[in-house]
């Protein structure tokens, strides 16, 4: 047999391509943990930027506690501005004083131009 067979060569590559996947086969484990480690820093900031960010939803429910809690605010003042406005009919001039406050009052916070959109 000659050197130069292709017989001879095919032994020497199976042997070595034995011999690679007898040593990946240890060596799986460490490429996952690295695989792991080089990608945590992109996760990291992932969930940075999740967390600095405010979804559509989020937005929407922020948004409606913010209404409900101005239209609270409205109905509280309304009833204060009858009871008051009641007492200066009555002839109470402090009551008059706080009816007039609180009208001003409603008005800016019913005012269409103020709300923010």
């Known amino acids: 047999m000659a050197l130069s067979s292709p017989h001879w ?4 590559t199976m042997r070595n391509a034995l011999i690679c996947l007898a040593c990946l086969i240890p ?7 690295v695989a792991k480690v ?3 820093p992109v996760r990291v900031a992932g969930k940075a930027v ?4 405010t979804s559509q939803s989020e937005a929407d429910e922020k948004r409606g506690r913010e209404m ?9 003042l309304e009833r204060s501005y009858r009871r008051d ?3 200066c009919r009555q002839g ?3 009551a008059c004083d706080r009816a007039e406050r609180e009208y001003e009052e409603l ?3 019913i005012d269409v131009r103020s709300r923010e959109y």
């Open 9 to 12: 060569h095919r032994p020497v």
């Open 27 to 33: 060596l799986s484990g460490c490429v996952s943990t």
């Open 38 to 40: 080089v990608t945590a």
């Open 50 to 53: 999740d967390m600095a960010t």
């Open 68 to 76: 409900r809690k101005r239209e609270e605010e409205i109905g509280k």
């Open 85 to 87: 406005s009641e007492k």
């Open 92 to 94: 109470n001039v402090d």
């Open 107 to 109: 008005d800016r916070m």
